[in-house]
């Protein structure tokens, strides 16, 4: 007789396990996975100048925050709280002109941030932060003046949204700060 | 012989398990794509500060990190304020340009972050930005936190 011997196992590879060990690569990838989004303040620094004169600014069109180590504020050469800062900016930068000590225009209007070297990081992010507040509210305004849409709304990249942009470009100069 | 016999429910008991490892190699796939393995070890010790207008890196590829902060020692203990670039404390303040400007020829599109401690001092921070300036990664973002 030439019938051959059938009793091997089966071909087939048991699967049942196959979802105990994704199971365990999975908790793996859970546990290690971070899904936190990085956020932060956005700036773009000057790149090092070639010995070229800046062109010259209307002092009008600059206004001048400065910081020292303790945390005070001055600006403009008069002392001012950090809390205030904002309501200045925004009057500064939206004044196109009718107050004389202020901008011409918001394309014009500079913001010059300087600070001591001992300046806390913080007081200089609060800072910051205030600056840019104002900045957004300008641009949240113009966009519901004008599209009736919050300017957080508008898509990224769409004309709509560098439009506002244009219309209060952010102008930040960070000053480099005196020795001592 | 009972006449009362129970009726039995013609279907089944019991939940289909058949498609559970697809489900489960489906979450796995999720999580294999999303996962950022080898977060540095930080050397320095960071509390980030908060701010209210802040602004989300939509493309976290493009991130080259910097860490400035009061250097860890053992023991608990704080040391002076350092520079940490990837796994390495900086020495010489002229290097992170070197450093900077490799990265920048690898990703021209280079946003550097600056994961700096709240308690730190201006002056340092400002020296590496000249640094980056020198080194044309002009991009950068103040990391901080959403204020609560």
Not at chain 1, 33 to 53: A, C, F, R
Not at chain 1, 119 to 129: A, F, Q, S
């Amino acid at each position: 007789m030439l019938n051959k011997k059938r009793n091997r196992e089966s071909g087939e590879i048991d699967g049942s396990s196959l979802a105990d060990i994704a199971f365990l690569l999975l908790i793996f990838f859970l546990v290690v996975t971070t899904i936190d989004v990085d956020t932060g303040i956005g700036l773009v620094l000057p790149p090092i100048p070639d010995d070229i004169e800046p062109p010259p600014v209307r002092e009008r069109n600059l206004m001048n925050i400065l910081v020292n180590a303790q945390g005070m504020v001055l600006i403009d050469e008069e002392p001012a709280a950090i809390a205030t800062v904002r309501e200045r900016v925004k009057a500064f930068v939206n004044n196109f002109g009718a107050d004389p000590n202020l901008s011409d225009s918001p394309d014009d209007a500079i913001v010059s941030i300087k600070t001591d070297r001992r300046t806390p990081y913080n007081i200089y992010i609060d800072m910051l932060d205030e600056v840019m507040g104002a900045y957004a509210e300008l641009r949240h305004q113009a966009s519901m003046d004008r599209f009736g849409v919050p300017f957080t709304s508008l898509e990224r990249q769409s004309e709509r949204r560098q439009e506002i942009q244009e219309m209060f470009p952010k102008k930040i100069s960070i000053a480099e700060p005196d020795e001592g | 012989m009972s006449k009362f016999k129970k009726k039995q429910a013609s279907t089944k008991q019991g939940v289909p398990t058949s498609a559970m490892p697809d489900v489960v190699f489906m979450l796995l796939i999720f999580f294999m794509v999303t996962t950022v393995l080898r977060e540095v070890e930080l050397q320095v010790q960071i509390d980030f500060a908060e701010a209210e207008n802040i602004e989300k890196i939509e493309e976290k590829r493009l991130v080259s990190y910097i860490y400035i902060g009061p250097e860890r020692l053992p023991g608990n203990r704080l040391g002076e304020t350092r520079v940490q670039i990837d796994d390495a404390l900086i020495e010489d303040m002229g290097e992170i340009r070197n450093i900077m400007y490799d990265k920048l020829m690898e990703e021209p599109r280079l946003i550097v972050s600056l994961r700096v401690d709240r308690d730190s001092e201006f002056g340092i921070v400002t020296d590496v930005q000249q640094e980056l300036r020198h080194a044309g990664t002009l991009r950068i973002n103040y990391s901080t936190r959403r204020q609560i």
